[in-house]
């Protein structure tokens, strides 16, 4: 199975900075894109950020500008950089990744969510 380990998450001034973190592993799978969405109560998940295995990368309309998303060598850990954070981006933050099992089947695997909090 496909596990993701998320971090980074916590409590931030207006106008402050955090990084989150998502790990993936799974014995024999494939990792393709991964990304970030986030959820607030009551609404749909939305895209944040996303980075394809090529190095492809795509931006919610709300964040371009003030996030960065990044990936390590291996392939297997993404990185949002969240800067000038506004009481908006309060969420719930998920990583997710597109991987291929051994079996060659495709599937989208959900990271458990890390709050985030801006407030003063």
């Known amino acids: 199975q496909v596990q993701l380990v998320e971090s980074g998450g916590g409590l931030v001034q207006p106008g402050g900075s955090l990084r989150l973190s998502c790990g993936a592993s799974g014995s024999g799978f494939t990792f393709n894109a991964m990304g970030w969405y986030r959820q607030t109560s009551g609404d749909q998940r939305e895209l944040v950020a996303s980075i394809t295995k090529g190095g492809t990368i795509g931006y919610g309309d709300s964040v371009k500008g003030r996030f960065t998303i990044s990936r390590d060598n291996a392939k297997t850990t993404i990185y949002l950089q969240m800067n000038s954070l506004q009481p908006e981006d309060t969420a719930v933050y998920y990583c997710?990744?597109?991987?291929?099992?051994?079996?060659?089947?495709?599937?989208?695997?959900w990271g458990q969510g890390t709050q985030v909090t801006v407030s003063s």
């Open positions: 997710k990744v597109a991987a291929i099992a051994p079996s060659l089947v495709w599937d989208g695997y």
